[in-house]
């Protein structure tokens, strides 16, 4: 794997741990909040209760105010986590998806591998045309000289006399030398 791949998946790791770390500081506080505000609203029910006895409708109006107020602000740290989760999964899922140093070592062995057969088969194919080539020399090597001796017996067959004969092997001894 390359460096700046490793760095990228560790800044992405260091990345889910950051937000996992922000994720549960907000859950945290998200129910301390919502304890909070479950004392709250108890305290406010009480209120209310004596409120009510006391016939203090404004009072109550603020209270509800207030408890709506703190509702929406629970409602939008939620939403905020929520957010934050959607983000963790796409992280997550990014992370999944890069292969792991267990697969790449594997891929890379493999490549070496079919690099290595193709050398081989490329080294025996260049045996095999080698050998090709010198059995076509050979024979036309041997063709060549079947031509030359056809040439001699018939010039051999065309003399004659002795003396055209010996004439005939001291042309071939002078041609040899």
């Known amino acids: 794997m390359k460096e700046h791949e490793i760095m990228a998946v560790s800044a992405l790791i260091e990345e889910k ?3 996992a ?14 304890k909070r505000l479950d004392e ?3 305290k406010m029910k009480q209120r209310k209760e004596q409120l ?5 409708a404004a009072v109550l109006e603020q209270i509800d105010a207030e408890f709506t107020e703190e509702n929406n602000k629970l409602l939008e740290q939620r939403k905020l986590i929520a957010a934050e989760n959607m983000n963790i999964n796409k992280l997550q899922r990014r992370i999944e998806n890069c292969p792991s140093n267990v697969e790449l070592t ?17 080294e025996e194919n260049r045996k095999y045309f080698n050998l090709f080539n010198t059995v076509q020399e050979t024979k036309r090597l041997f063709a060549q000289e079947f031509k030359y001796l056809n040439e001699i017996l018939t010039l051999y067959k ?3 006399a002795s003396k055209e004969k010996l004439q005939l092997a ?8």
């Open 52 to 56: 009510a006895a006391e016939e203090h």
């Open 106 to 122: 594997q891929f890379q062995k493999r490549m070496i591998e079919l690099f290595d057969n193709m050398n081989l088969k490329s």
């Open 40 to 42: 709250e609203i108890e």
């Open 21 to 34: 770390e922000e994720k549960s500081q907000m859950k945290k506080k998200a129910k301390e909040e919502k």
């Open 17 to 19: 741990a950051r937000l």
């Open 158 to 160: 065309q003399c004659k």
């Open 170 to 177: 001291k042309n071939i001894e002078s041609t040899l030398q």
